[in-house]
């Protein structure tokens, strides 16, 4: 079961002689369609070429003037409010 017999084999070498080898209609076929592909991926490089700029463009910057630093100063304390201040001893 895991293995194949000769007549296995033999059909899977005819199949490969019709598609690939000969003079025949099919190995005619399949010549061509390699062929096409490859002209294909030629097709795209020349188009990708084709596209590509000759200088690339300047890259542009947009300029923001720099930040204000705010004073460094100490912080006022929080006024107490007098509801609010702890009785006095006294």
Do not use: C, N
Not at 1 to 11: A, R, T
Not at 52 to 68: D, F, L, M, N
């Amino acid at each position: 079961m895991g293995s194949f017999s000769i007549w296995h084999w033999l059909v899977v070498g005819v199949i490969v002689l019709l598609l690939f080898g000969g003079k025949g209609k099919i190995s005619d076929l399949m010549g061509d369609f390699a062929k096409g592909i490859k002209s294909f991926k030629k097709g795209m490089q020349d188009e990708d070429e084709a596209k590509a700029p000759a200088q690339p463009e300047p890259v542009r910057t947009i300029e923001q003037p720099a930040p204000v630093q705010a004073a460094q100063t100490a912080p006022h304390p929080a006024p107490v409010h007098p509801a609010t201040e702890p009785p006095k001893a006294g």
